[in-house]
Nanobody, 127 residues
Framework: QVQLVESGGGLVQAGGSLRLSCAASGRTLSSYAMGWFRQAPGKEREFVAA????????YHTDSVKGRFTISRDNAKNTVYLQMNSLKPEDTAVYYC????????????????????WGQGTQVTVSS
């Protein structure tokens, strides 16, 4: 069973950048497709980005395309979310998630497709 721990959140001004990390323990991340989700106060958790087990395929939701980039380093057992040009509406708790996969282009986008979740890290963007 894989355990996930997010880090890198914080308070940043609009237009700034943050890089979130999701470190895994217990299992190697190279056996998992990975995703980032976020949940703003009073709203449902929503998909942000996903990456296939080998990093060959990525998918970003429209609202973050061109600003956020998901990547992974399987040697370090870590997945990243680089967030640039942050906006106040990006304020949320960000969660990483993992799903066992060895399919090259598998990038799950639904909450129900993931079996493992981290505890989340808070990102606050001030205007």
């Amino acid at each position: 069973q894989v355990q996930l721990v997010e880090s890198g959140g914080g308070l940043v001004q609009a237009g700034g950048s943050l890089r979130l990390s999701c470190a895994a323990s217990g299992r190697t991340l190279s056996s998992y497709a990975m995703g980032w989700f976020r949940q703003a106060p009073g709203k449902e958790r929503e998909f942000v980005a996903a990456i296939s087990w080998n990093g060959g395929t990525t998918y970003h939701t429209d609202s973050v395309k061109g600003r956020f980039t998901i990547s992974r380093d399987n040697a370090k057992n870590t997945v990243y979310l680089q967030m640039n040009s942050l906006k106040p509406e990006d304020t949320a708790v960000y969660y990483c998630a993992a799903e066992p996969s060895n399919v090259n282009d598998y990038v799950p986008v639904r909450i129900t497709q993931y079996g493992y979740w981290g505890q989340g890290t808070q990102v606050t963007v001030s205007s």
